[in-house]
Structure formats: C-alpha cells, structure tokens
C-alpha cells in the first residue's frame, strides 16, 4: 500500500504555518531542530493510544487523530504549560484497508484530526516514525511553561478547596453508549468520549492560582489518590456537587452516571486544589474562557477520601477499565 | 500481572543519577519539567521498535531495550547533537510470561539494558507511558546543538568526499545469523545487530567538520539516497572500499557480504561527506575515539549513483525488509 515516506509525505507533514513557530528544521532529516525560548522549562510527556485498548478500532479515524494528540496535550494542560511542539509515532497494519483509496481516507482524516487540533493550539507537528504493527499512536508533546511556574501534584495543602473544569464522566458516558451501538459523534456523550479538548487555556490561566493540578484521565477517585499522595493530604469529597457530563445522567441513570463521575476514566478535565480565597479569581479566569469550575470538596488533614459511600466506592470499579 | 504504576516504579524509573540532568521535575507528574540551555537548538526524534518487525520477540529482553534506545540515539548521533533526555512509551501484552517471576525477570533486564545506554550517554529517562498490547517500544530522544551547529542531510557538495563511520553489513548480517539460529550476543554480529552502539561521539567530533551527515537505518543506499536528494548531489562508490563488519564474510560469503554492506539496514553508522581537505582532521578526531572513517566514494554533479554493479544493486533487496 502506502510506504513510509509516502504516507508522511502525503498525510502527516506539518503544515507550512507550523515551521515559522520555534521550529528550526522539521521533517524530513534525522531529528528535528526546535528552539526553546530563554527563561522557560521544558514541559514533555508521552501518550500511547492503542486501538481496542485505548479507542475502538472502528472510529472515525478523524476522532482517532484528534484524540491521541488531545489525550497527550491534557498532560500539558495539567502542568500550566502552552503546547509548542508534538512528535506522531504511528503504528498501522499494513493489510487494514480494502484498496489504495480507502486508505488513503482512512490516513487523510486521521491526519486531518491531527493536524486540526495541532493548530488549533498552536503545536507544530515537528517529526514522527511510521511502522508496522497493530493499530496505535504514541504522541510526544513538547510545551513551555515560565521557570517555575508549572502547576504539579504536590502543592495542595489542608484547608485547599478541589474542583475541577467542565463536567464528569463523559468518557465512560460515552464508552458506554459506543459499546450500546450509538455511531453519532455529535451526541455529547461520544464528543466528549472521541474528541476531548485538552484544557490547555485553563492550566494557563490559572498558574499562579491553583496550588495543585492533574488531568483526570484515570477517573476522579484514582487522579485524587495521586494527588493526596503526592500532596500529603486527605480529601473530603461532596459528590453531590459532581458536574455531570451533559446527557450522562439520561444515558446512565442516576447510580451509574455516579460511577461513572467517581470512577470512569478519559474525562481530561483538569483536577484542581486552591485556597479559598482564590476560587474567585479562578472563576473569573476562566470564565472568560467558557470553561466552567466546580468546588467538588476540601483538602484536609485525615488521609484517605471521605464522603464517598463504600457502595459508590465499590460501583465506580465497574467503569474502570484497569488500563495499563 | 504487574500494574502500570507498579512497573515504572520498579524497573522503568531512572537513576537517582539522572535527576541532576536537567531535570527540574521527573516522573510521577503528568509532564516532566526540563531545562534546556541557552544558546543551544533542541534535537528532537522519536523511533518506534516492534516485535518482530524492528528486533525478534525471543531477543533477550536487555538488548530489546538497548537497542530500542540505540535507534533513537542513533538520529542524535546523526545530527551532532548530544543527548540529554528521554522517554519511553512500552507497550506489552499482559499475558506474556507464565507467572510474575518470569515477568519481573523481563522488566529487569529490558530496563537494565535501557538505562545502562542511558548512562553511557548522559541520557535522562525523563517519563513514559506503559500500555497494554503487542510488544513494542517508541523512544522520544532529546539532545541539544549548539545553534546553527547541527549537521544535516543538505550540505555535501560535488567534490565532497563520501565516508563511514566502523563498519557495515553487521545489521544484516546479525540478522541472517540469528535466522539460522545463532544465538551467542557475543557474535559480533549478533552484536552489531541486536547491541548497536550509536555513534554521538562520532557526531559531535564531526561538527565543522562534515559538510553533511545521516545515520545508516535504512541501508547505505538508501540512505544515500536521502542525502543525494537532500543536497542536490550524485555519487560514485567504491565498493571495494566498503568496510566489512567483523565476520560478515566468513559467515555470508562474498556476494551476500557486499549486498549486506550496500543494502542491509540496522547499521547505525554515520554516513558523512566532507571536503576532501577535512579528511585527516576527521581521521584525527574519530581516532581519538577508536572509531575507524573509511572513505567509500566521491559527490558528483551528475544524479544517481554510480559504481554499484546492477547485480550488486539488485542483489541488496534481498536483504532489503521493506519497512515501514
């Protein structure tokens, strides 16, 4: 079919624009040549997607596309950093499509996915590897945040509040309803499910803010643990005030659309503890963005996580797909 | 099995060592945090290892993750950069070994052959990702340049020397030999392909000093292909000149030796060209370093390549894989 130089070539190169922003030499050597800018910390992470693990193998290869690109920028968004550059390794079969013209869509959207959500955060697509194998995505992703400043784990402190952006429990919501047959990417649920937006503007705005910052891709309940933990603090959690997913509870019910709050992973909204006395600021913050934040509970002393009844504690792990 | 968090926890995390690096914040936390120098451009590649497509699933698991790491390094070496940092995206199948035993024996050697490269080269393991599905490695490298200093594909000039770092054919002879069966690491061709050594001292040495330079993955012609096209250039080989790896020969013969030097891929030396009146300053440099340069053509003006026998040019495809 396509070979490897073609399939860059042809679908994953850069977009012209992309070379003006920091990038010194792009594809097409063996490295790409980027320049930092003076006075900032480099910010990297690595996401793997794997199909049939991480996305159905089935879906749209757009929302493919987007989602290994937008699962990997939540990684900066939860540092405060802004997205600079990105790396694509992608591993496809070389015997998935039918004939030449189908996989030729199949790579167009994909790299249509990709390359869209690049520019809408300003992230130039600066090199990647091309093999064979099953199905799957490893995105490098390469962002700045002013020395000192990023947002990490480790500083929420007893009497912080937590809250967190947007809603919950749209990525098992959707997982859900995909696994029910649903096809329709613009119901909420599949949106929020195939094509996450990584809350890059948030964790910009509110560095200097919050005291502590993760992404919630584990689920609430686990993406808590690592923050207590790194943190040394306990949480008391109202799930009362947990912002539900638009359609979540219709989908699910009231029991499951809980569980899937507390336990369902993939929801890459940002997981945030401040001290009172700036949840205005942050509010306002990110108002102006249209990004919602909920007080979701309070940092404390006593380890542990408290208010959640054992019986949502238990029914949380029906969600959770134990990725490794 | 092991659990994502309880892998990197005890195989994949990096040497206490490590954290001076550059590293203002490692793993554990969404992003790292690194800090680059001033001054330098920041030399950035990704290369994805899979299971018997890039290195055979039976490989012992430290020279998996050697050489999953070497490749990479190798586009580093390329450039003239040094390396600095690293991550590392793993994907295994769950159900690989027969009991937990067996699997930490694994995990241990894999990352024991990881990190002792890492350490040879100064080289930060700054995160990852752990996922589940068939065994494969993609390898994020990062290495710094001073500005304006990299050597790139685009610099050889009609007149320019052709030259090699050590020797060539052992990738492809490394593999022959394993397919027949061999098994002793010790081989040195078994060496050269399963525990290639990428060569960054070479690359820095030769800065302002090679007019261009890339790493020999893909087969020398190949690869030369690249760099003809990159820089507008024919080139006349001598392929008498062609150094042989260390028992290529005697365990091909001849005719597949030759072929294995022109078109077997996975040698990871540096193919570079250079102004006839650099040679011996290169000589000099490299002799420092114990690494031989072997002079094996001349750029010309006229396109294509010339001095390979047909035969010889055709009989490389048999050891050509056809990777993608």
């Known amino acids: 079919m396509f070979g490897e130089f073609e399939l860059i070539e042809r679908f994953l190169k850069p977009a012209p624009a992309a070379l003006d922003r920091g990038v010194a030499l792009g594809g097409g050597d063996d490295a790409a040549l980027l320049v930092p800018q003076?006075?900032?910390?480099?910010?990297?992470?690595?996401?793997?997607?794997?199909?049939?693990?991480?996305?159905?193998?089935?879906?749209?290869?757009?929302?493919?596309?987007?989602?290994?690109?937008?699962?990997?920028?939540?990684?900066?968004?939860?540092?405060?950093?802004?997205s600079r550059w990105c790396l694509m390794a992608l591993t496809h079969p070389s015997d998935a499509f039918e004939d030449e013209a189908a996989a030729a869509r199949w790579f167009e959207d994909f790299g249509g996915g990709f390359h869209a959500l690049c520019e809408r955060h300003q992230t130039a697509l600066a090199g990647g590897d091309v093999t064979r194998g099953p199905l799957g995505i490893s995105v490098t992703v390469m962002g700045e945040v002013p020395k000192g400043q990023a947002l990490t784990r480790a500083g929420a402190r007893p009497g912080d509040l937590i809250a967190v952006t947007g809603a919950l429990g749209g990525g098992a919501g959707g997982l859900t309803l995909w696994q029910r047959g649903e096809r329709d990417l613009a119901h909420p649920l599949l949106t929020r499910y195939l094509l996450p937006e990584p809350r890059l503007e948030a964790g910009v705005a509110l560095r200097g803010i919050a005291s502590a910052a993760l992404d919630i891709s584990d689920g609430l309940l686990a993406d808590l643990g690592h923050l207590r933990q790194a943190s040394n603090v306990g949480a008391e959690l109202d799930i009362g005030a947990l912002p539900a997913a638009q359609g979540l509870i219709e989908a699910l019910g009231e029991?499951?659309?809980?569980?899937?709050?507390?336990?369902?992973?993939?929801?890459?909204?940002?997981?945030?503890?401040?001290?009172?006395?700036?949840?205005?600021?942050?509010?306002?913050a990110l108002v102006e963005l249209g990004i919602a934040l909920t007080v979701i509970g309070r940092c404390c002393q006593a380890p542990g996580v408290h208010g959640v009844p054992a019986e949502a504690a238990q029914g949380w792990q029906h969600f959770h797909r134990g990725q490794s």
């Open 38 to 82: 003076a006075g900032f910390e480099l910010t990297v992470s690595v996401d793997t997607s794997n199909a049939d693990v991480h996305f159905p193998s089935e879906a749209p290869a757009r929302a493919i596309g987007h989602r290994a690109l937008a699962v990997a920028l939540s990684d900066l968004a939860a540092m405060g950093a802004r």
């Open 255 to 284: 029991y499951d659309a809980q569980a899937a709050m507390l336990g369902g992973g993939d929801d890459y909204e940002l997981l945030v503890t401040l001290a009172p006395g700036e949840l205005e600021k942050a509010r306002q």
